[in-house]
């Protein structure tokens, strides 16, 4: 199986940056897409971003035009860029995994356990 682990959040001033990475190891399949969501306090989770393993992506629309979704595939890890943060980014942002993008937006194979990030002045 996939394990996936999401490191880089942390406390950010609203208009800052960050940058988010997960890591997969175990069994890896070649062909995968990845993904973001986000679970912010009092709702349920929402995608964020998804990449294909043909570099294909895709975001939600609150984050079109401040996040960049991008992978490594010779490392394994999936990297999110978030800037311009507003306080409503504020969530634990997990990562997934999944054989396309629309199964990995729908139904994901394997999740990380999150990282936190708090955007706040």
């Known amino acids: 199986q996939v394990q996936l682990v999401e490191s880089g959040g942390g406390l950010v001033s609203p208009g800052g940056s960050l940058r988010l990475s997960c890591a997969a190891s175990?069994?890896?399949?070649?062909?995968?897409?990845m993904g973001w969501f986000r679970q912010a306090p009092g709702k349920e989770r929402e995608f964020v971003a998804a990449i294909g393993w043909s570099a294909g992506s895709s975001y939600a629309d609150s984050v079109k035009g401040r996040f960049t979704i991008s992978r490594d595939s010779t490392k394994n890890t999936m990297y999110l860029q978030m800037n311009s943060l507003r306080p409503d980014d504020t969530a634990v942002y997990y990562c997934a995994a999944a054989p396309t993008m629309l199964v990995v937006r729908t139904r994901p194979d394997a999740w990380g356990q999150g990282t936190e990030v708090t955007v706040s002045s």
């Open positions: 175990g069994r890896t399949p070649s062909r995968y897409a």
